[in-house]
T-cell receptor, first 116, second 111 residues
Framework: ETGVTQTPRHLVMGMTNKKSLKCEQH?????MYWYKQSAKKPLELMFV???????ENNSVPSRFSPECPNSSHLFLHLHTLQPEDSALYLC???????????????FGPGTRLTVL | TQLLEQSPQFLSIQEGENLTVYCNSS?????LQWYRQEPGEGPVLLVT?????EVKKLKRLTFQFGDARKDSSLHITAAQPGDTGLYLC???????????FGTGTRLKVLA
């Protein structure tokens, strides 16, 4: 595998389900991101992990719970979601080169989530 | 709140035509990136510009960063159907983790 991979690519879940999205980066980067992409809206940054520490939580509802067990893996745990949470969830990674200085982001293919 | 406005939002042109996409903000960015995203896929990085006034070329694509580092443009010469996609600009500010993404320009090039 190369670059950034995400699984599953598609997910349909009910509002009472619990599911997890997985992201893995094979680039040796030390920062990882979760974004939400909805129709007709700019990409919304959800979470940032730098050196496995959460450094950004962009006012995301608690029904989204991130986990970063190591620098290569990032999870997004989902529970009791709402239909308006249906969107493309994108993972990205980048290399932190200094305090607050980040190199370009590389994105995975995304998980298309539908909440019924 | 930092915002990046892209124009036009939608563009449908014939193969062989030229086009320019604009990315504007009232904020100053330390760097700006352009991505292309195809349906069902994540954005793919095309270029990063970091210096005011900088011009970068990628085959038929020409990217320019404004002198004040608040705006950028993407010019495509002799567009081809393979250029079809969603073009996104993203601005980064040093000292933060945040990339501010533009509203996107959806381009369709007809054969």
């Amino acid at each position: 595998e190369t670059g950034v991979t995400q699984t599953p690519r598609h997910l349909v879940m009910g509002m009472t389900n619990k599911k997890s999205l997985k992201c893995e980066q094979h680039l040796g980067h030390n920062a990882m991101y979760w974004y939400k992409q909805s129709a007709k809206k700019p990409l919304e940054l959800m979470f940032v992990y730098s050196l496995e520490e959460r450094v950004e939580n962009n006012s995301v509802p608690s029904r989204f719970s991130p986990e970063c067990p190591n620098s290569s893996h990032l999870f997004l745990h989902l529970h009791t979601l709402q239909p308006e949470d249906s969107a493309l969830y994108l993972c990205a990674s980048s290399q932190q080169r200094g305090r607050g200085v980040y190199n370009e982001q590389f994105f995975g293919p995304g998980t298309r989530l539908t909440v019924l | 709140t930092q915002l990046l406005e892209q124009s036009p939002q939608f563009l449908s042109i014939q193969e062989g035509e030229n086009l320019t996409v604009y990315c504007n903000s009232s904020s100053v960015f330390s760097s700006l990136q352009w991505y292309r995203q195809e349906p069902g896929e994540g954005p793919v990085l095309l270029v990063t510009v970091v210096t005011g006034g900088e011009v970068k070329k990628l085959k038929r694509l020409t990217f320019q960063f404004g002198d004040a580092r608040k705006d950028s443009s993407l010019h495509i010469t002799a567009a081809q159907p393979g250029d079809t996609g969603l073009y996104l600009c993203a601005g980064a500010t040093s000292g933060t983790y945040k990339y501010i993404f533009g509203t996107g320009t959806r381009l369709k090039v007809l054969a």
